[in-house]
């Protein structure tokens, strides 16, 4: 009997004792303040927009070689996310006129005209309701398997997409009528749709 | 017991290797482990990973652990004892089931995950899973646009100890709380069954007779509280799933429940297979070990070209 409970006590104690390690390495991760919050702050400024800026293909450009093809496009300019379901993610920039503007919605957003046609050619997300995750995924810096699961992931996707709002001209810079410049991320998953891009910049020319 | 129960599980186990092995004795053998066939996604996984094992020229194992920690860990003992090449699974609990891929592991068996995560990286080769956020904001985005940006509306949310669970709620969420008119008036699991969504949608319709809307983390749940309502006369509350099930397919093409969510599960579970067979013989997959999958709105525009669980072109 007393040999039992020492035998259990000293499986307990091992067991513990194990676990204890793994709790410590949790604790370390804990000790900051907010994990996610700290990725941004470090790579965002620092890696995510000069890594977009290097890579980004002209609008322009984009759109013709998706005319072309969306996947020779995707394979020159892009990265593929979310397989079949998903679609080519382009780190793009431009230069464009601001059409019209929706600042009514929550998910505000920019119609912009890239050739001169009067027409708009692509969307700018003003947010602060932002679609898609495209800042997290183009540009290869934030890798799924160092997270815990896919709502820290999904935790970083937004924290990316509010950080970029943060810095986009506020609601009472009217920018329609005005020529801009962005630098942004966009998912294409059809050759023949509008892009939705996510700009982490757009500057209004004076 | 204990024991009996442990040795009936891998007589039954082996029963079936045997049987699967008994045409090329010499194959290897590939273990599939998901819940229990009787939600359709999970039968499509395991049949998708059953088609591309047979493909390949695997014999295969195929188990259920109905959602099961203890007989998940049974049934990877005996995957083990006898000695599968690799294992494909649709685990029993996110933290719950680290233990058992880390013990295959220790036995030099990979494993390969679909559908659900573990919490720990580092212990299975690879965890291919469904952008479930992404897709659950297609599903609300859709949801809101029915119910006309307001109105009351319930959620039902799926098994606790699964991280899809949550997601999928957070998902809804981030799109849904974005509208101010948009009320939730009740929000309760019901465990990805059926059976049990009904009874709780039931209990829902009494203390919110005013329901309009409801969403549902997946399409089994979504079914069952379908269910409720027709019983009660009320087929104009708005139902929106997840999953991209026949059932659900069936129910949009007769204007029953309005929406889903495709997961691509057959693709999922074969991509799995494939990853497998590429580190049973070169030792890597060449892949990044956590995978995500991408998923597509489904509504009365595509339903009839959905099929078990894979959307034609």
Redesign the interface.
């Known amino acids: 009997m007393k040999i039992t409970t020492l035998f259990v006590a000293s499986l307990l104690a091992a067991s513990v004792s194990g676990c204890k390690l793994v709790k410590t390495s949790n604790g370390e991760a804990g000790v900051a303040a907010d994990p996610i919050a700290e990725v941004v702050e470090t790579t965002f400024d620092a890696k995510l927009v000069p890594a977009l800026t290097e890579k980004a293909v002209d609008l322009a450009t984009l759109q013709n070689a998706i005319n072309g093809s969306l996947d020779k496009a995707g394979e020159s300019y892009g990265v593929r996310v979310g397989g079949a379901g998903g679609g080519w993610n382009f780190p793009v920039k431009g230069s464009a006129t601001v059409i019209e503007e929706n600042r009514a919605s929550k998910a505000a957003v920019a119609e912009i005209d890239i050739d001169g046609d009067g027409k708009a050619d692509a969307t700018l997300q003003l947010g602060p309701v932002v679609k898609g995750s495209a800042l997290r995924d183009t540009a290869g810096l934030y890798d799924f398997s160092t997270f815990r699961d896919q709502i820290e992931y999904a935790k970083l996707g937004r924290a990316l997409n509010d950080k970029a709002v943060s810095k986009l001209p506020a609601a009472d810079t009217a920018l329609k009528g005005k020529k801009v410049n962005f630098v942004g991320a966009v998912v294409i998953r059809t050759a023949s749709e509008k892009p939705l891009i996510m700009p982490v910049s757009i500057e209004a020319a004076p | 017991m204990k024991l009996t129960k442990r040795l009936l599980m891998s007589v039954v186990a082996l029963g079936i290797a045997g049987a699967m092995s008994g045409t090329a004795l010499a194959a290897d053998t590939i273990a599939i482990i998901t819940p229990s066939h009787s939600n359709p996604f999970f039968k499509a996984e395991a049949d998708g990973a059953a088609a591309k094992a047979k493909e390949l020229g695997y014999a295969t194992m195929v188990l259920v652990h109905d959602d099961d920690a203890n007989k998940q860990n049974e049934l990877f003992d005996s995957a083990i004892a006898a000695g599968v090449k690799a294992i494909i699974l649709d685990n029993a609990g ?1 933290d719950a089931s680290v233990a058992a891929v880390q013990k295959a592991k220790d036995k030099g068996i990979p494993s390969f995950l679909i559908d659900r ?1 573990i ?1 720990t ?1 580092g212990v299975a080769v690879s965890q291919i ?1 469904s ?4 897709g659950a ?1 297609l599903g609300a985005e859709e949801f809101v646009k029915l119910m006309g940006e307001k109105g009351n509306y319930a959620e039902l949310i799926g098994k606790e100890s699964d ?2 669970a ?2 999928r709620s ?2 809804y969420h ?1 799109v849904i709380d ?1 509208y101010s008119e948009m009320k939730l008036v009740a929000k309760q699991t019901a465990n990805w069954s059926q059976t049990e969504a009904y009874t709780v949608m039931e209990s829902m319709l009494q203390a919110h007779p005013d329901i309009k809307g409801v969403i549902s983390g997946n399409d089994t749940m979504a079914m069952g509280a379908y269910a409720a309502l027709e019983a009660a006369g009320r087929k104009d509350v708005i139902v929106v799933g997840f999953d991209g099930s026949n059932d659900v397919r069936d129910s949009i093409k007769k204007g029953g429940i309005k929406a889903t969510v ?1 997961q ?1 599960a057959y ?1 999922q579970a074969q ?1 799995a297979v494939e990853q497998a067979d590429k580190f049973i013989k070169t030792g890597k997959t060449g892949l ?9 709105l489904i509504n009365a525009d595509n339903a009839a070209k959905l099929e078990t669980f894979a959307l034609a072109k």
């Open positions: 996110a995560e919490t990286a899973v952008n479930n956020y992404q904001q991280t899809n949550g997601i957070q998902g981030d974005q495709l691509p693709q991509n990044d070990e956590k995978q995500l999958m991408d998923c597509i």
